[in-house]
């Protein structure tokens, strides 16, 4: 088992920013893939950007490219998310994911996540 708990989320104006942050215990974290998805209300759950296991690989969703970094320090069990350029349309709550039993570098599909925290809300003001 992998337990996960983010942390971070909060009320930021548009234009704004904020940095999320999921810390992981349970398991060796470097045998996995990380990934943040989020939630508007209403909406379904939709993939943001994810991480190979070392670090070395990233991918975005179209929507937060250029504007959203993923990153990772194995050594403290921890991903991020930075999340700059934040807009009305980022509202949602953000979840993080561990992925190990895909030996793709970067996962994008929630199924191929085993493992997910409870969500941070981030609320951003127009």
């Known amino acids: 088992q992998v337990q996960l708990v983010e942390s971070g989320g909060g009320l930021v104006q548009a234009g704004g920013s904020l940095r999320l942050s999921c810390v992981a215990s349970?398991?060796?974290?470097?045998?996995?893939?990380m990934g943040w998805f989020r939630q508007a209300s209403g909406k379904e759950r939709e993939f943001v950007a994810s991480?190979?296991?070392?670090?070395?690989?990233?991918y975005y969703a179209d929507s937060v490219k250029g504007r959203f970094t993923i990153s990772r320090d194995n050594d403290k069990n921890t991903v991020y998310l930075q999340m700059n350029s934040l807009k009305p349309e980022d509202t949602a709550v953000y979840y993080c994911a561990a992925g190990g039993a895909v030996l793709s570098a970067v996962l994008t599909q929630r199924y191929q996540y085993q493992y997910w925290g409870q969500g941070t809300q981030v609320t951003v003001s127009s």
């Open positions: 991480i190979s296991r070392s670090g070395g690989r990233t």
């Open positions: 349970g398991r060796t974290f470097s045998n996995y893939v």
